[in-house]
C-alpha cells in the first residue's frame, strides 16, 4: 500500500492494475476521506473506447447460502450499491483500517489483451485498535480490470470468494467476505 500522507490530501494513481489496489487500499485506510480514492478504482458506465461496463460486484454462492433473506439488489450489485457500501463499511469501527491485497497463487494473473486484465486476488481488512488488531474482512477476488484511457484503469467486475480456510460462517462472526459485507449493509 503506498505512504498515506500525514497532511496534506492523498493522490490516487490507476496506471495499472497494481495502482488500482493500492489506491482502494488507501481508499479504505483514510476511511472517509478515501472514498474519491476509494470510488476512482470502479469503472462507472462513462469508459472510453466505447466500453459501456460499469462495475459490478458477484457474490460467492456460499455466501448467498447462508444468507438467504438478504438477497442481492434486483438487477445486480452495481457502482451505486458499492458507493453506498463504502460509506457504510468505513464506519463499522471507529479505529484505524488496513487493507492488504495478495496474489492467489493457485490462480495466475491474465492479460486477455492490452486493455483487459484479470487479477487473482486474496484480500483483508484488518482493524488496528489501540489494544488488538483483528480481521474484519477476508477472502478471494477475480478482479476484472479494462483500461479506460493511457493513464486509467479501473474495476468492471468482482467475482467475490470465501476464503476455505475461514468458510462462509466463520468462527469469528467479524471475519467476513466483502460479498457479505455487501449485503449486510443493506440492512440484512
Partial sequence: MPELPSTGVYVPSYNDPDTVLAS????IALKALGFAAYNGALADTQDTEGERRGFR??????????????PPPTGGWQLAH?????SYFVRVFNDAYVMHWTPDVQH???TVDDSHKILYRHYEVQVQAASDTFTIVIGYADLYFVKKSPNKWAITRWDDRVDPAVGAQPTDPN?????????????G
Fill in 24 to 27: 482502494m487500499a488507501a481508499g
Fill in 57 to 70: 460486484a458477484f457474490f460467492d454462492p456460499a455466501v448467498l447460502a447462508v444468507m438467504p433473506t438478504t
Fill in 82 to 86: 458499492e458507493q453506498q457500501f463504502y
Fill in 108 to 110: 495466475p494473473d491474465v
Fill in 175 to 187: 471475519q467476513q467476505t466483502f460479498g457479505a459485507r455487501r449485503l449486510n449493509s443493506q440492512g
